[in-house]
Each structure stands twice: as C-alpha cells, then as structure tokens.
C-alpha cells in the first residue's frame, strides 16, 4: 500500500535554530496537509494545499513557520526560529482530494532544547 | 464553538471481547466522519469513515454508528485483539470547512489477555 513519507523522523535542535520537515504524498493526491499533535492530544491542521496553492493557512503561526508546495507534489514546512513550545510531533497528510479520507505519515517528532 | 470530544479517555477490554469507542460531536453541520488508528510512534492510520446520509457502516471487524440526533458516533470493534491496542480518534468535517479534520482527544484502548 502507497504511503506517505516523511524524514526527518527526529530532529533534536536548540531553540533560535532552524528547522525543515519534508513530506512525499502519496502519488497522485492533490490534497495535502500539516498537522502539528501534542502529546495526548489528537492533530491540529496547520496548513492545507490543493496542488501547489494554499487553501488555508489560517492557524500557521506565519511569524516563524512556512510552507511550501511548489510543483504541487512533495512540500516543506520550516520554522525559523524554533521556539521551546514548538516541541510536537509533525505530521504530513495527503487525499485525492478534499472528499476522500486523508492518509497520514508517521511524522516527525521535534524537540527543543 | 466547534468541537469532537471523546467520552472516555482510556478503555480495558478482554481479548476476544467486541469494544465500543463512543464521539460526541457539537457541530450540527458536520456531515463527514473518520475513526484513526494512532499507534505509538505513528501517525494516525485510517480506520473507516462514515457520511451522514448513512447510520451505519462496516469494515472488517469493525462498524461505525453514527446519530445525528444525539451528535453522536461509535466504532466498535468485534473479537479485539492485541494489535488493537492504540489510540483511536475521531475526526469530523463539514462542507463549509474545506473538508478539513477536526480532531478530538483520543481515547486510549487497550487489550488485556
């Protein structure tokens, strides 16, 4: 079965640094999402693309995150600077589109020192 | 405001016995439901899905209720087993959301032998 895969798995950095998580969707869905979860709690979208262009951003803390999707297939979410409270794991979801159920990777859990 | 809660944030079964993981949603406007799977270290795996001109439907050993009269929905789960241990959340959308997830809380099952 197709997945959806992320890297890095962990990342351990010290707040102020830079941070990137990359995420490959399962081919072909055009739909995809970020979601940020803490520990104990289900996920929260941060972003969502349809094809290369944002559908919403809304809850992206645009400050110090971004996101991009440019040729509309893989994308990348960064935060500069990192901050202690953005410790969480990340996670990368894609659908055929925004009707069909969304298919999660197993994320990226971000730690701050 | 919008929410999806869970009733019970964990839930002990006997191995061989059927579980029932209960959702209470808020939003009248919901019409899209979806039961995740979230083992430790994992992203969240799609379980079954369930729109609301429907009350119910089944996967394989498990089915989802749904009753928009009481906002409310369950997944049971027939003949749990080991590998049944995990989170399980529930998530809802709405048309007018983007089809986008709302999560909530998680509810912690697991399987005693």
């Known amino acids: 079965e197709a997945e959806v895969a992320q890297s890095p798995r962990y990342k351990i950095t010290e707040k102020s640094q830079a941070v990137a998580f990359w995420c490959d969707p399962i081919?072909?869905?055009?739909?995809l999402y970020w979601y940020r979860q803490i520990l104990g709690q289900g996920p929260e979208l941060l972003v969502q693309?349809?094809?290369?262009?944002?559908?919403?951003d809304s809850q992206l803390p645009k400050d110090r995150f971004s996101a991009e999707r440019l040729k509309g297939v893989d994308s990348t979410l960064k935060i500069q600077p990192a901050e202690l409270g953005d410790s969480a794991m990340y996670l990368c979801a894609s659908s055929l589109d925004g009707n069909q159920p969304q298919h999660f990777g197993d994320g990226t859990r971000l730690s701050i020192l | 405001g919008e929410s999806v809660g869970l009733h019970l944030p964990t839930l002990s079964v006997q191995e061989g016995d059927n579980s029932i993981i209960n959702c209470a949603y808020s939003?009248?406007?919901?019409?899209?439901f979806i039961w995740y799977k979230q083992e430790s270290g994992k992203g969240p795996q799609f379980i079954i899905d369930?729109?609301?001109?429907?009350d119910k439907r089944q996967g394989q050993r498990v089915t989802v209720l749904l009753n928009k009269t009481v906002k409310h929905l369950s997944l049971q789960i027939a003949a749990t087993q080991p590998g049944d241990s995990a989170v399980y959340f529930c998530a809802e959308s709405h048309s007018g959301s983007a089809r986008q997830l709302t999560f909530g809380s998680g509810t912690q099952l697991t399987v005693l032998p």
């Open positions: 693309f349809q094809d290369e262009s944002v559908v919403d």
């Open positions: 369930i729109r609301s001109n429907m």
């Open positions: 081919s072909g869905h055009a739909t």
């Open positions: 939003n009248s406007a919901s019409d899209y």
